[in-house]
């Protein structure tokens, strides 16, 4: 089942802070991050595995809150280079059954 | 280091036909996964390479079948073709099998159905 992903489109100025959320109503195993841009392939971001862990890559982090399974990216002091629509997947058991993608956020940092 | 590598990058077939597309590891990985992406949407998963074995499957008809060979290289083959295989098909690599590792994705190929 797909996952649920808001905001649909965000616009933010260069230096302001984001927050992308990816929930379920499945019982979510994982949830992976990536952010892609136009007419690139995605590109890793981070993964973070059931227990509720928080990780962080340069001024963009997330968190899994395992009860409410959703998955919030946190981007900080937003730089020109973080616009792209972010995408979250989320897998359900550890054997990669039913991985799925949202159908993304796109972000637009303006200077 | 090479990184994951997808020919060709663009094909346009008719309605019915069969297509074969491919997708080179970046070295050292030795799992493939390939995924549709539809314009404006997220990718979604098709199916999983490891150890030359079909892994793991997403909701696609057997229409979509693949193979991975000895040197973790990989195709993807898709069956009388409709209009709705019409996307972005791309592969990434990483190590080890599952989903729980970094992937690397190519640049993907573009596929137009007539």
Redesign the interface.
């Known amino acids: 089942q797909?996952p649920v992903q808001s905001p649909q489109a965000v616009i933010l100025r260069e230096g302001e802070d984001a927050v992308i959320n990816c929930s379920s109503s499945k019982a979510l195993y994982?949830v992976?991050w990536y952010r892609q841009k136009h007419g690139?392939?995605?590109?890793?971001l981070m993964?973070l595995?059931k227990g509720g862990e928080q990780k962080g890559h340069d001024k963009i982090s997330a968190s899994f809150n395992e009860k409410k399974q959703q998955s919030s990216l946190y981007l900080t002091a937003s730089q020109l280079s973080y616009s792209g629509t972010y995408?979250c997947?989320t897998?359900e058991d550890?054997?990669?059954?039913n991985?799925?993608?949202?159908?993304?956020t796109r972000l637009s940092v303006l200077p | 280091d090479a990184g994951?590598t997808q020919s060709p990058t663009h094909l346009i077939k008719t309605r019915g036909q069969q297509v074969t597309l491919r997708c080179s590891p970046k070295s050292g990985h030795d799992t493939v996964s390939w995924?549709q992406q539809a314009l404006g949407?997220?990718?979604?998963?098709i199916f999983?390479y490891y150890e030359e074995e079909e892994?793991?499957r997403?909701n696609f008809p057997d229409r979509f079948s693949g193979h991975q060979f000895p040197n973790y290289s990989s195709e993807l083959n898709v069956n009388a073709l409709l209009l709705g295989d019409s996307a972005l098909y791309?592969c990434a690599s990483s190590l080890g099998g599952?989903?729980?590792?970094?992937?690397?994705?190519?640049?993907?190929t573009r596929l137009t159905v007539l």
Do not use: K
Request: proline share 9%; glycine share 20%; aromatic share 20%.
């Open positions: 797909q994982s992976h690139e392939a995605p590109v890793f993964i595995l995408f997947g897998e550890n054997y990669g059954q991985f799925v993608f949202g159908p993304g | 994951v995924y949407q997220g990718p979604q998963f999983q892994r793991q997403g791309l599952g989903l729980t590792d970094t992937q690397y994705f190519g640049p993907g």
